[in-house]
């Protein structure tokens, strides 16, 4: 009998956006995958994939399973980065009337290449999902609004010498910030857990892989970097990491025995909503000034709250049943978030992803003998 199958186990895997280090969370994703198919769970293993920004692109490789190969994989994603690297000096390309966004030019190449096989994804076994970003208009004028009206309040209580306030004043201009991106979520069949707490109008089924190409597009569209909005289901959409960068909850709601996230945090942090805590560091960076201007506003910039990352072990509680495991790059050399360009760099990160896989899958491996003598 084969051990693996008998433990009764399934598997999700969540790859948040993280850009360049797209090459390691795919060598952990077709490591894990090739792994999981040698104890025996077939060529796609993964019962569900999520992923938001680039991420849905690690999502859709690790549907489409172990079709794809690591050389391939590799080569491709080193190719990616020289690809942006030559396309580097925007300024250049603008005098020439060129495209000026390097990124969407090399990501369309990865697709007329292969390194992501929509087709495949669309039709196996496994179901994925990916987020995109609404940018609210309505919103964002009433958060510009109300911005003002705080600032000016702002301004008067610190001339006031009432810090608290002032503290007070910039966490609404940071939680207003929040509020203008609202998720949306696309899948390739029909979800049959619960909804999020956005609702059922979050949801989109997608009916055939030319749109999930839309789809992932719409996840990965940064404005001014990665190309213009996408419009998909009558809406027009922009990177998933604005509103729902790490889709985690999703993948226990599936009830996978175990949830993979793969991101690039070396401390293990997942932030849902990364540009949002971007956004109130730097606030806490700009106040440091006031902190040497006055003692009495010494404590303004430790007063501001910063988001706080996924808890997960709340998340662990709430799912017993279910195992989330974070995947760190430990020992990864220094990546360029947006702009890595280094083949060996990319080589590396790569090569380290999947080594990590293949020695969790063997773990699991071990876990599951005693699981399944017992099921006998």
């Known amino acids: 009998m084969n051990t693996a199958i008998a433990a009764g186990r399934s598997f999700a895997l969540v790859a948040p956006g993280d850009a360049m280090w797209g090459p390691y969370q795919t060598g952990f994703t077709l490591g894990m995958a090739h792994a999981l198919e040698a104890q025996g769970y077939g060529p796609q293993p993964f019962d569900l994939t999520v992923g938001s920004s680039s991420g849905s692109f690690v999502a859709t490789i690790g549907a489409a399973g172990t079709r794809m190969s690591h050389d391939f994989a590799h080569d491709e994603w080193v190719q990616y980065g020289r690809a942006?690297?030559?396309?580097?000096?925007?300024?250049?390309?603008?005098?020439?009337?060129?495209?000026?966004?390097?990124?969407?030019?090399?990501?369309?190449?990865?697709?007329?290449?292969?390194?992501?096989d929509t087709k495949a994804a669309f039709e196996s076994r496994t179901t994925m999902v990916v987020a995109a970003s609404l940018f609210q208009a309505d919103r964002a004028r009433e958060?510009?609004?109300?911005?003002?009206?705080?600032?000016?309040?702002?301004?008067r209580q610190f001339l006031n010498r009432e810090p608290a306030s002032v503290c007070e004043h910039i966490s609404d201009l940071v939680a207003l910030g929040g509020e203008i991106f609202t998720p949306r979520y696309f899948?390739?069949?029909?979800?049959?857990?619960s909804k999020p707490a956005h609702g059922s109008n979050a949801w989109h089924q997608i009916e055939c892989p030319k749109l999930w190409d839309r789809a992932i597009q719409a996840s990965s569209r940064i404005p001014l970097l990665?190309?213009?909005?996408?419009?998909?289901?009558?809406e027009f959409l922009i990177d998933g990491v604005f509103a729902d960068n790490a889709p985690l909850e999703l993948a226990l709601m599936s009830g996978a025995t175990d949830v993979f996230v793969v991101g690039s945090s070396r401390s293990g942090n997942v932030f849902p909503r990364p540009v949002q805590s971007l956004t109130a560091r730097q606030v806490r960076k700009s106040l440091a000034p006031i902190s040497r201007i006055s003692r009495r506003f010494s404590s303004v910039r430790e007063q501001i709250p910063t988001p706080r990352p996924t808890d997960i072990s709340e998340l662990q509680a709430r799912y017993p049943g279910q195992r989330i495991h974070v995947i760190t790059p430990k020992g990864a050399p220094s990546v360029s978030r947006f702009f890595e360009s280094n083949g060996e760099t990319l080589s590396e990160i790569y090569k380290l992803g999947r080594r990590q896989a293949e020695r969790l899958a063997r773990n699991l491996a071990e876990e599951s003998i005693p699981q399944a003598l017992a099921a006998e």
Do not use: C, M
């Open 84 to 116: 942006v690297n030559l396309r580097h000096e925007v300024p250049a390309r603008l005098l020439k009337r060129q495209n000026p966004l390097p990124h969407a030019e090399a990501l369309q190449e990865i697709f007329d290449k292969g390194l992501i």
């Open 143 to 155: 958060a510009i609004g109300s911005a003002g009206a705080l600032v000016k309040q702002s301004i």
């Open 187 to 193: 899948t390739n069949k029909e979800w049959h857990a």
């Open 226 to 234: 990665y190309g213009r909005a996408v419009e998909l289901g009558g």
